[in-house]
């Protein structure tokens, strides 16, 4: 079985420029997170979709972020425009649903670098 | 709101046991899990519990205290690719969002 695949796994931007990144999660998982994770820190979540409906995008940066998941499945999260302090990990994960206790698979993450 | 505490770093040595504990505190906590992370790869689950007492999986167990907000995992028989970051999560009920600690750093040595 496939795990959670993101890509790209790296990028570079100058500041203010634009970045996507995109995330295709495990066949069948209803649950989608972006997480952002620094580094020696662990993941932050910035938002969580049921299917394609974002539920909890509270700590997500609105005034330069933003994310979709059309069709419940594949997603994109946007920075436009990107700031130095968006340098980071950022994390896909899934899981089957939002059961408490369902386990939540990682993808192996973009790294941001902000010149 | 939540805080987790966990040490920063550990170093063991290969074919010893360690223990990196996990404290929180948490409104309403639903569960806590145990993630492993090697540099520059995915964190991959190692354990959920949700009641007291001891989970056992392998060379892996976690512990549970709820009354106590602490949490440990246990690493048996270490082999060097343990060396990585150990991620302490905790569940607040309503949600399946995880709130992680700032992850333990093992470094095993021969």
């Known amino acids: 079985e496939a795990g959670v695949v993101q890509s790209p796994r790296y990028k570079i931007i100058e500041k203010k420029q634009p970045v996507a990144f995109w995330c295709n999660p495990i066949?069948?998982?209803?649950?989608l997170y972006w997480y952002l994770q620094n580094l020696g820190q662990g993941p932050e979540l910035l938002i969580r979709?049921?299917?394609?409906?974002?539920?909890?995008d509270s700590q997500l940066p609105k005034d330069r972020f933003s994310a979709e998941r059309l069709k419940g499945v594949d997603s994109t999260l946007k920075i436009q425009p990107a700031e130095l302090g968006d340098s980071a990990v950022y994390l896909c994960?899934?899981?089957?649903?939002?059961?408490?206790?369902?386990?939540?698979?990682f993808g192996p993450g973009t790294r941001l670098t902000v010149l | 709101g939540q805080n987790i505490d966990q040490p920063t770093e550990m170093t063991a040595t290969e074919g010893a046991i360690v223990q990196i504990n996990c404290t929180y505190q948490?409104?309403?906590?639903?569960?806590l899990f145990w993630y492993q992370q090697h540099a520059g790869e995915a964190p991959t689950f190692l354990s959920y519990n949700v009641l007291d007492g001891l989970e056992e999986k392998g060379r892996f167990s976690s512990f549970l205290s709820r009354s106590k907000g602490y949490s440990y995992l246990l690493l048996k028989e270490l082999q060097m690719k343990d060396s990585a970051s150990y991620l302490c999560?905790?569940?607040?009920?309503?949600?399946?969002?995880?709130?992680f600690g700032t992850g333990t750093r093992l470094t095993v040595i021969p």
């Open positions: 999560a905790v569940i607040q009920t309503g949600a399946n969002n995880l709130f």
């Open positions: 994960a899934s899981s089957p649903t939002r059961a408490t206790g369902d386990e939540q698979f």
């Open positions: 066949s069948g998982h209803n649950t």
């Open positions: 979709y049921e299917n394609e409906e974002a539920v909890d």
């Open positions: 948490t409104s309403g906590f639903n569960g």
